[in-house]
């Protein structure tokens, strides 16, 4: 006794039908999806700039759970950083290192080198004001490394110029402040960078403190100073570090 079909023709018809519309439909929500996830983030960034912390976050967790829906990484990355930024300000420092990390390996498995270098920036912020200076002195070593291995040369001065804040101003070594002062002075006088130099005024050299956002197109220091009078002496003029400053924050969306 052989078994009947139990679908017509008809009814396949309206079961691939449906499948089909179930797949088109899935396609389509995703752009959608990733403008909604773009215009949370923005709004996120506009309530983090007028200090409300907590809308902020709330928008930043809405758009990175539908980055993470759609797998768009870079939205994920980026979100993340901005929630690791403001539970750094809260002090709960191991938690956005946890949350940075994430970032960091989504960064490096895109391969986005000026993102990686601004994760691993954010990273040692984050044991400096923890107070844990020893540890943001590897983590800028870290920095180093990729910096150099990636051709970053700028970073890799303003990394040298930051290790040297806090050998100074933190770890009592004059010597390896003054070491990394001048590294960085020279890699900023090699690129031309007037930003970070000043006049040369007998035998000293101005060289603004380079707390920054570690961004292509935006930078901030702090009004900080630091002078580089001869090759054996090193003076700090105005040391009112704001270390919240030197955060990297995603200046536009991918």
Not at 237 to 252: D, L, T
């Amino acid at each position: 006794m052989t078994s009947k079909n139990v679908f017509t023709p008809s009814t396949k018809f309206l079961i691939v039908s449906f499948l089909l519309m179930i797949i088109l439909s899935s396609c389509s929500t995703r752009p959608y999806r990733m403008k909604r996830a773009e215009r949370l983030y923005r709004q996120g960034q506009t309530f983090l700039s007028k200090g409300n912390q907590q809308k902020a976050i709330a928008k930043f967790e809405e758009s990175l759970s539908l980055s993470r829906m759609v797998e768009f990484k870079p939205g994920i990355a980026h979100n993340l950083n901005e929630i690791a930024i403001i539970h750094t300000t809260r002090g709960e420092y191991q938690k956005a290192r946890e949350i940075l990390s994430e970032s960091l390996s989504i960064y490096k498995e895109l391969d986005m080198d000026p993102e990686v270098s601004k994760t691993l920036n954010n990273i040692a912020i984050t044991y400096i004001k923890s107070g844990k200076f020893n540890d943001a002195i590897k983590r800028f070593n870290q920095l180093l490394e990729w910096d150099r291995k990636s051709g970053n040369e700028l970073g890799t001065g303003i990394t040298l110029n930051n290790m040297g804040l806090i050998y100074q101003n933190h770890l009592g070594d004059v010597e390896k402040a003054r070491e990394k002062f001048s590294e960085a002075l020279t890699i900023f006088k090699r690129l031309g960078e007037d930003k970070y130099t000043q006049r040369h005024y007998g035998r000293r050299w101005e060289l603004h403190v380079v707390l920054v956002h570690r961004s292509v197109d935006i930078r901030f220091r702090s009004m900080d100073c630091v002078y580089l009078s001869s090759p054996n002496r090193l003076n700090i003029v105005s040391a009112s570090e704001n270390f919240s400053r030197a955060f990297f924050r995603s200046p536009r969306w991918f």
